[in-house]
């Protein structure tokens, strides 16, 4: 079992910045390929990005590519999601998730563990 616990999100005005993080515990963090979903009102929930297990390798939806950028502190057992240039369409609730996939095939079945979410509005 892994516990997946995010926090960070809040409300922040358009062009601005938040780091989201996710914390850990369970069997051992290094061993898994984390990711970061989102989940817009009404919509279905969607990949944001994803880190390999050493975190040499990420992976990112067209829509946040260049924008956000996702890390990991094996040691910390936490990873991160710094999300820059905010825009109104990046509203949403913000999963954490930890499976074994490749960074390229991550998608919602592939994550075993899920963390509950942390809401990020962006104001316009």
């Known amino acids: 079992q892994v516990q997946l616990v995010e926090s960070g999100g809040g409300l922040v005005q358009a062009g601005g910045s938040l780091r989201l993080s996710c914390a850990a515990s369970g069997r051992p963090f290094s061993t898994y390929t984390m990711s970061w979903f989102r989940q817009a009102p009404g919509k279905e929930r969607e990949f944001v990005a994803a880190i390999s297990m050493s975190g040499s390798r990420t992976y990112y939806a067209d829509s946040v590519k260049g924008r956000f950028a996702i890390s990991r502190d094996n040691a910390k057992n936490t990873v991160y999601l710094q999300m820059n240039s905010l825009k109104p369409e990046d509203t949403a609730v913000y999963y954490c998730?930890?499976?074994?996939?490749?960074?390229?095939?991550?998608?919602?079945?592939?994550?075993?563990?899920w963390g509950k979410g942390t809401l990020v509005t962006v104001s316009s």
């Open positions: 998730a930890a499976g074994r996939s490749d960074v390229t095939i991550v998608t919602i079945e592939r994550m075993g563990y």
